[in-house]
C-alpha cells in the first residue's frame, strides 16, 4: 500500500516483506527491473516521491504484521546502502521490536560510496547479505551495469563479499539469468570457489 505523498516503502513479494527506502542508485544494470515496470509484488509504485525518514519507516513497518517469521529485506527501487546508517537504525528497531531475520541485497559498491570500509559496519545488524556479481570480469560488469565507479566496481564487490563474510552468517551472491552460461559457471566459481560463500541465478 502507497503511503501519500511518498510511495510504497514496504511491499510483500513471495514469502517476505521489502523495504524500498530510496532510488538511488550508483549503476544503471541494462537488466534492471526499474526499466521494465513501475512496481514488484504487492506495490503500487516503487518509486518514492521522496525518501522517507527513518521515522517514517518505523511507522510504515508498524502498520505491518511482522510477528511471523520470515525475513525484512532491504531491496527496492534502488541500492539500500547508499542510506548506510540509516538503515542500521532500521535494522536495530526491527531486531529490538520483531523476530524477523534481516537481510540486504546490495550491488556491493558501499565501500566506493562511502569512501571507507563498510562491511564491518553490518556486524551484528544482518542476518544475510546478497551481493549482486552478475559478471565474471570487470570489463565484462562495467558492460552490463555502467557502475558510475568504473572498473574499480568489480574489485571493490569481491572485496565487500570477502569482508562481509567475516561478519555475517548467511552471504550469498547472486546472478542474472540473462548471462551466458559460461558467464554463470565463472561466477560461480567466484562465489563458491574463490570467496567460499553461496551461489545463486536469479
Ligand atoms: S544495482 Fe540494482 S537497482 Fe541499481 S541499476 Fe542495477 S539492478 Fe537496478
Redesign the pocket.
Known sequence: MAVQGIGDILYGYGAGIYLNITNR?P???DF?I?HMTDALGGADSLWLKREPTVSEVIEEMKKWDLSGPGELVFCG???PLVRLDDVLLLCQWIKTNTGRRTRVNT?GLSDLIHKKETAPMLAGYFDAVSV?LNAPTAQAYNAL?HPEFGEASFDAILHFTREVKKVVPDVTMSVVSVISGPEIEACRRIAQDDLGVQFRVR
Open positions: 542508485c549503476c544503471c544494470c534492471c526499474r527501487y534502488g541500492e550491488n549482486s551495469c
